[in-house]
């Protein structure tokens, strides 16, 4: 699982046949290798202290904390966390689509390809969402209208923003579907989605993000809702196709697995912070925050004893409502002293330069070596 | 896999059965007795709206005044005269004829009232669920509660009194204003059914999902809700249409709207009732017209109703 492994020689060009995840880490691999892909390129997408909060009858929840991260071209960028840390909430507002009310984008600057799309018009971001950013979402059964067929709803963005003609853009929607893998595309573009099998219409939906050539397309949980098989097919297929397009994507999950296999840099989120950020190898193998090392160990392993629990972090996430002025893992954290506390730590750099973490224990001066 | 395709010989492969939304629905409205009977009530109905006036054996305002005066200048009850199979009123016009001139009237009310409906309730409907919670829902919506308050009828009148001398007021002799009236009072229902069908399929994923590749409010509206929300709105209009033909009968019954010499059912009975003791043809055919109507329509929208919930799929 982990991306440390190099002895075993890489696969071929990959087909759809099933493929594991370590398969998929192996191409990815290669493909990095290959095009140079990573720390070095210009950045696609920057994101600069981002915080999305939600007016809620209870109080303000800040979902997302004063965030900050970049998307290289082409790169594969990973945001990993709990549920309700704020992954979600990151990726909808790059797209401008959290919900207002209650949410609302308080502050920070979101630079997609140099333009600043928190200061565009809502015209202007319609024209943006879809054609320069795709979207995929983590459950395929709802997110097709039952009552479209799948050709109309491939179309749809094709028919909003590159104004081709009818004949050309039924070319490119059977080409489309052909490229996620749908047998006698053709003939399946009058189906309605109640037609297609879960994985399916998450090939779709994968054709409809990518179906305007977007640079950048957000992935939030793209495999959540399907068996495992299908799960690695899906990935696989994303990551193909944004090779071969060279779309930079934004994953958001919470499958450690999934972000070994295929991301380029992972991010760290916890309850609305990053907590931190590195690329795969380093924060796989060398975690920098009690929080990443709780999460890795809770991964189910080959060689755990059948019948044992797995390993959990205790406690909760904590609400996100006034948080306190301190580590906010600190409750559930077993290394936690006094600084923890009363002050929060920031996002402070490890070894080199591109990983960083924020965690007072991890510091040079701090008592974890 | 291309290669296993062009191995399989054209007629192994079995053409796949489209069963849509709407082929589903049939087949579940195909099961319900009553619902076939509403159908084929509506469609006999229509084929008497349609082609009655040609069929019928005399014009609507044709007095046959030697058979009257034969009869003592009284109304001819049915099955006496051969050439009047379902009688006469007083002035000799043929029940059958102007019965079947009735239907016309009642299928037009069902057409115009129910047009006028959804040209009005959906848009309103849309809007107010689509912008919820905003001024503009807030505005339409109290706009939507104060038409519901007012007295329909008496809305009716003053809208028909109002407009009576206008080209409109005399289009389709005088009809068509009091068919407009009718739907003008009628759309609330449907406003409201549309706005609270939105309020929920606005939340789905694929709306979301649409906003996210770039689709317009217009198109989604449009393209992605209204077909969602289309099965209540079917429903409600098949079972507005009862409550358009019984509205229509009672504005005839006290005068407003279709004048002589045409009538509707409504006026009809409104004709007859003083001769009820002596001659109830008079009264009570029209009102069977009407009864059988209203049951057709009913029927047919109860079955439509279970038919296109898709939660009884499978039932029954």
Redesign the interface.
Known sequence: MLPAEEDVPAADAPTIVELSPDDVLRARTEAVAKVGIGRDADHLLEVRGLSTHFYTPDGIVQAVDDVSFDVGYGETLGLVGESGCGKSVSALSI?R?VPD?PGKIVAGEILFDGIDVLKLSAEDM??????EI??I?Q?PL???????TIG?QIG??IR??LGLSDKAAQERIVELLSKVGI??ARERLKD?PF?FSGGMRQRV?IA??L??DPKLILADEPTTALDVTIQAQILELIQRLSDEFSTAVLLITHDLGIAAGMCDRVNVMYAGRIVETGTVDELFENPQMPYAWGLLDSLPRIDDIRGERLRTIDGMPPLLIRPAAACRFNPRCAYARDICRSSEPGLTARGNGDHMARCWATETEGWIA | MATNQQAIPATAVQTRQSSGVWRDAIGRLRKNRLAVVGFFGVCFLLFLGVFGPMLAPWPYYAQDTAAVAANGFKPIPPFQDPSHILGTDGLGQDMLSRMLDGARISLTVALVVQLVVLLIGVPIGALAGWYSGSRLDNGLMRFTDVMYAFPDLLLIILFSVAFRETAFGQAMNGLLLVFVAIGLTAWVTVARLVRGQFLSLKEMEFVEAAQAIGVSDRNIVIRHLLPNGISPIIVAVTLGIPAAILAEATLAYIGVGVQPPRASWGSLIAAGQPFIRSYPHLTYLPGIMIAAALISFTFLGDGLRDALDPKLKGKQ
């Not at chain 1, 709802?142 to 479209?148: A, M």
């Open positions: 797209a689509l009310p319609r024209k943006l969402r879809g054609k795709g979207f979402f459950d709802t997110s097709l209208n039952p009552t479209l109309y749809e963005a909003e923003h047998p006698r309605y037609q939906m409809i993000a179906s305007c």
